[in-house]
Structures are given as C-alpha cells and as structure tokens.
C-alpha cells in the first residue's frame, strides 16, 4: 500500500522504525524469541480455571498457557467481561457477581499455574516475570456495566490487579455513550452526548488509582472527552482504524491524534471485519444464517449450546468461501497508525476469545507470525519491540506514575 512509503517518509524523521533492508525470516525468529509480548484483550469464559477449563491444558479456545508458550506469547491481559443487559436488579446483580467471577479466575489461574505465570500489576513485574522465563498474566475491565450502579467496587477491582478499565461495551450504559448502539434496549444514537456525570467520576477514579482508561467501544464524543478531562494517558486496549473500514467501532484519525496527545497508546486489534469490511455476498451469507436461527448479535446467547455448535459450523463454511482478514490486513492497520501517530503510540491486540482472530494469527500459538510480518513490512527490531510491548509498559509506568504524584 502507499501507506508505506509515507512511512518511510516520516519514519526517517522519527525514530527509524522502518528499516532498508528487512530483518531476515531467521533474524525476525530470533527477535521474536527475545521479546516481552504483550497483548492487550484476552477474554475468558465464566468457567475459567476450573477443571472444566484448565487454561493449563491446551484447550479448545484461542488462548491459553500452552499456546502462549509455543507462540512465545508471554504477556497477556484476561479480561473481566459482562455483556449489557437491560438494567434490573436481577440483570445488574448477576453482572457484577459475573464480573467477580472472571475478576477471581484470572487470580486463581496464577496460583493454580505459579510455576508458569505470575499475575502483574506493573511494568517491573511483567520484567521480573520475563527474566525469571515466566508468563505474565495482566486484568482489563471491559464494560462498567459490571462495577455495578456506583464506584464502590472500583477501587476493590483496582486491589485485585485490574489495571485497566473500559466505560461501555455495546450499548450506552450508566457510565457513557457506546460506539454501537443496541436498539432492543432503547438506544437511540446518543444518550448521554459523551460521559455521563458517573463516567466522569470513573475516569477521575481511574487517574486516581493509576488505573489505565481505555477508550475502546466508547462512542467518539465519549472517546474525545476521555481524551479531553484524563490527567493521564489514556489507551485504546483493542480498535482499529476508521480510515481503513469505516464503521462507528474504529476509531477516526481525530480519536487516534486525541489519543497520541496524551502520550497513550492504541492498540491495534486483529479482528476480521473490523480490520475489513466483508464482500456484499458474505454479508448476505451471515444475514440469512443469523435470519434462519432468528437471532442478531444481540440475542446470540438465547441459543442452545447446540444451536451454538451448529451455527459454528455453518459460520465457519461462510469464512471458508470468503476468507478472514489477514496478517497484511493487520499490519495495514498498524501502518496507518503508526504514520498518523507515531511509532511510539501504536501497539498489538488480538481479542482472541472475544471474535479476534486473523488468517496467519488464529490462536495465541501462531503469534510469531505478527513478527514475521512486521519484519516483512520492513519494521526494525526496535520498532517491532516497542509494538510487542515497550509502548505500553511506558504508557502503564506513566499513569501509574500520575496517580502516585497527582
Ligand atoms: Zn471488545
């Protein structure tokens, strides 16, 4: 693409991160192998860490110790997850008690595995856990929807090893304007216009205890004032870029600049169709299936695990005929941000367990195949290693920081 010679460009100017000659299949093996590797947004099932779903054995989801071993994935944050339900006290309890849930799996899984990984809180942890040839498993909050109707649990989560925290998933909740309304649940384009007055208070919590906030499912007026009132940098955990694919999801070159102003970091996700908006025929394809099991994203978990195994299938056939994004479609991503941006704003997401997932980076297994490519866009070492995981420990030591000197 053009993209890349912009950034040859631009990269002579800024630190270098392309390079003339690429790295070598052998010499880009051989980085991979070196470095802290860090992806942003891994989500778990409710039953995680039990002997149900030993994270580890290899299992039959797209992350776990084994596979992170043999991809040299060594760095992860696992995410406490809860989807948005209409608000009632049934609905609100269960999403909370679901939050702590995945919140005390993830702990229980590095006292179940300590001779393997260790939980991290820090930048020096997730080192100390490198040099000791441990993985480092690291917490993300995705939807405040699971902190439940005040800020009391906030902090609690913060104790537990969260070290960061998201506003909204699909659909506006209490705390914000999300980038894709649900209109079975009332919503209408916007709600709030941004924050809402308790998201506000959320992102003064989140500066408060050194908490990274992360921007991305937010709307873009949400987006931009996180980006506005945060007395710290601020992160896009998992997005793509507008520009690429304009879907309200991606984040417009206005969102990656804001971000980049407060020295934060977006960090590119490999998710097929936000990566590349599918052929008009496969879209079809995906609606007659979703119309024949009557379901739309929304209602998806109304379906028997039966009914789930089946669509699977089906689904599967359908990326078969048209295919997945790929690893070139990723990098095309990380490209454009890196020429908008900066090298040193821009990192590595795979959402794997939460729809991620590219041709060539399926599992956390195939993760050297992210620095195979990287080097054969022409990336330098230093580039690759600030991508992997170098931008994001200095965006965590300086929120964190922040909230040791406010
Ligand atoms: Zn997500």
Redo the contacts with the bound molecule.
Sequence with gaps: MTFRLLILVLCASLAGCLQSKPLSETQAIQLHQSLITIDT?D?INLNFATPDNDPGERGGTQIDLVKMREGNLNTAFF?V?VPLKASTPENDAKAQEDAQTKLDAINRMTEMHADQVGLARTSKDIRRLHKAGKMAALIGV?NAYGYGPDLSKVSAFAEQGVTYGGFT?YGHNAYGDSSVPIPPLGDQEDHWGGLSPLGRDLLAEYNRLGVMADV??ASKATTLEIARLSKAPVIA??SAVFALNPIARNLSDEELIAIADTGGIVQI?AYDTYLKDPVPEKKEAVDALMHEFDVTRFTFSKLTPQQIAEFRLRMNAIHEKWPKASLKDFVDHIDYAVQLIGIDHVGISS?FG??GGVIGWMDASESQNVTLELAKAGYSKKAIAKLWGGNLMRVMDAVQARAENP
């Design positions: 947004h989500d995410i997850y995705e998933h991305s499912h955990s998992h996700v959402d939460g729809g």
